[in-house]
């Protein structure tokens, strides 16, 4: 079973930067298209950004383009989630998720990967 725990968030001021992390457990990361994605009070659940872990493809949901980078340190078996000039409409529950990897190559935005991490908090205050 694929296994994704999520860390890093706090937190921030608005223009302050912030990395979040995906840990996949190490058997399963290979050939993943692991996405972010983050879900406010009231809001549906949005894709942030996407990479395929075997290519280093990414993908970037257009509100977040030029802010957030995503990366990978394959060693580690992580994803992270650079989030730069912060904004209080960035607050929300990150979550990462991960699914095959061709799913990143079709409509990744849509919530519908097969496994999710628990997430972690990201509040973003003036």
């Known amino acids: 079973q694929v296994q994704l725990v999520e860390s890093g968030g706090k937190s921030v001021q608005t223009g302050g930067s912030l990395t979040v992390s995906c840990l996949a457990n190490t058997y399963t990361y290979n050939g993943l298209c692991v996405g972010w994605f983050r879900q406010a009070p009231g809001k549906e659940r949005e894709g942030v950004a996407a990479?395929?872990?075997?290519?280093?493809?990414?993908y970037y949901a257009d509100s977040v383009k030029g802010r957030f980078a995503i990366s990978q340190d394959s060693a580690k078996n992580t994803v992270y989630l650079q989030m730069n000039n912060l904004k209080p409409e960035d607050t929300a529950m990150y979550y990462c998720?991960?699914?095959?990897?061709?799913?990143?190559?079709?409509?990744?935005?849509?919530?519908?990967?097969?496994?999710w991490g628990p997430g972690t908090q990201v509040t973003v205050s003036s």
């Open positions: 998720a991960a699914d095959v990897g061709s799913l990143c190559l079709s409509n990744w935005s849509r919530p519908m990967f097969a496994f």
């Open positions: 990479i395929v872990t075997s290519a280093g493809n990414t």
